[in-house]
């Protein structure tokens, strides 16, 4: 029998915050999470500042986190892990009491952050920190967890994917619980330089905290972000059963591929339109039950042009009606973790009626013709809402939320 499916627990550790109210409070406000890098001396690149998530958050992975397994995780790992506790926590549930059988684990896992920025890596450590299923195996030992544990990789996608799965395991009645999520950092020399040569990246080294400026005609390339995203997926009827708190149901998804290019989305975002388009149809609902739409919005001059081409073909004369912002504005891209912090962004509107704004939107792109909340919060009552994550390698995946 088809299962509802809701979500009873998050948790964000990003640059603007180690808890999603702290994060809510920020991103509401319009802060900008992007400083100048710390983690290593970023001197000789083209792109010498990030969205680094606090130095507050290595205490707080110390009361989450034995010391013996901490040393046999990097950073990001350490992030996964601790966001997976605090979803935990917050959805208050008790796996002594579940069925660990029906209890699965899905990550979205790029890599696990053992580049020459990591500390401490060792022979003896370096096998454990550079497993790419880290990330869930060590969430699955923590709770004894018997339902199937892995990881997904789908590049800028991959914990939109991860929820897509899990809504699936849940929704075909093959598991309960399942905790998905993801966690990322890139902000390391090896991979700063690669995307400079790509010229994917904003090289405004003058003012970091406004380099981040989708849909904006003077955008320069993408910022990137660190941090971790965690949702804990149940079954309605699970979750009534224990009488838990429901943050927002999971109401569809579509997940697609290009098959065009390893690096650029479909040309006039037709890939992306897709996308969009199957995600609603999926969801059962109509386009103009859409309220609003947390972009992938990049900061990118491909990315940003086509998605906004894309959400106007999809829907049409409505399209000036959907608002649209993107959260990178403030948070730069996280990367693997993009899909899960943008999707528990997007619950957070649902559940306060309140749009985080685009930020450092102060030249508008004359060829980019959407409402992107610029640069305030809006108030808005919202029942249904899209979070878009567009991966390299043509890797798309639209989530629709809905308000409980």
């Known amino acids: 029998m088809s299962q509802d499916v809701v979500i009873t627990g998050m948790s964000l550790i990003t640059s603007l915050g180690l808890s999603y109210e702290e994060n809510w409070k920020n991103l509401v406000a319009g802060k900008s999470g992007v400083k100048n890098i710390t983690l290593f001396d970023a001197g000789a690149l083209a792109t010498r500042f ?26 990001v790992t350490r992030m996964c892990v601790t966001a997976a506790k605090i979803a935990v926590e917050d959805a208050g549930i008790n796996f002594d009491l579940a069925d660990r059988t029906r209890c699965s684990v899905i990550i979205g896992v790029v890599n696990t952050g053992n580049s020459s920025a990591e500390k401490d890596t060792s022979p003896q450590n370096t096998v454990f920190k550079t497993m ?4 869930p195996a060590w969430i699955s030992l923590e709770y004894q967890l018997a339902g199937p544990n892995f990881a997904v990789n789908t590049a800028c996608a991959s914990s939109a994917y991860a929820i897509a799965f899990g809504f699936e395991m849940i929704k075909s009645g093959q598991a309960d619980v399942v905790i998905v999520g993801g966690a990322d950092s890139i902000i390391n020399f090896e991979e ?8 994917a990246l904003s090289v405004a080294n003058d003012t970091p905290e ?14 990137i972000g660190e941090g971790a995203g965690v949702l804990i997926l149940e079954s309605k009827k699970h979750a009534l059963a224990r009488n838990a708190r429901i943050h927002a149901e999971i109401a569809g998804y579509s997940l697609t591929s290009e098959g065009y290019n ?8 037709e890939g992306m339109a897709q996308t969009m388009e199957l995600a609603i149809k999926n969801a059962g609902i109509k386009k103009e039950d859409v309220g609003y739409i947390n972009a992938h919005g990049t900061s ?3 990315n940003d042009r086509y998605e906004t081409m894309a959400i106007r073909k999809v829907f049409g004369d409505f399209a000036n009606q959907v608002p ?3 959260s990178k504005s403030m948070l730069g891209h996280t990367i693997g973790a993009a899909g899960a912090i943008e999707a528990i962004i997007t619950v957070q509107s649902l559940k306060y009626g309140i749009l985080p704004p685009t930020i450092n939107y102060l030249q508008p792109d004359p060829d980019l013709d959407l409402d992107f909340v610029p640069n305030v919060a809006r108030p808005k009552k919202i029942r249904f809402a899209l979070s878009n994550s567009f991966g390299f390698g043509g890797h798309n995946a639209t989530i629709v939320l809905k308000k409980i």
């Open 262 to 269: 390893i690096m650029a989305p479909m040309k006039d975002g």
């Open 300 to 302: 990118t001059e491909l």
């Open 192 to 199: 700063i330089q690669g995307f400079n040569a790509l010229y």
């Open 324 to 326: 649209v912002s993107s």
């Open 50 to 75: 990030a969205a680094e998530v606090p130095n507050e958050f290595e205490e707080l992975s110390r009361t989450y986190i034995k010391k013996r397994a901490a040393s046999q995780m990097t950073r």
């Open 210 to 223: 406004s380099a981040s400026k989708p849909f904006s005609h003077d955008r320069d390339g993408f910022v």
């Open 132 to 135: 790419t299923n880290s990330m």
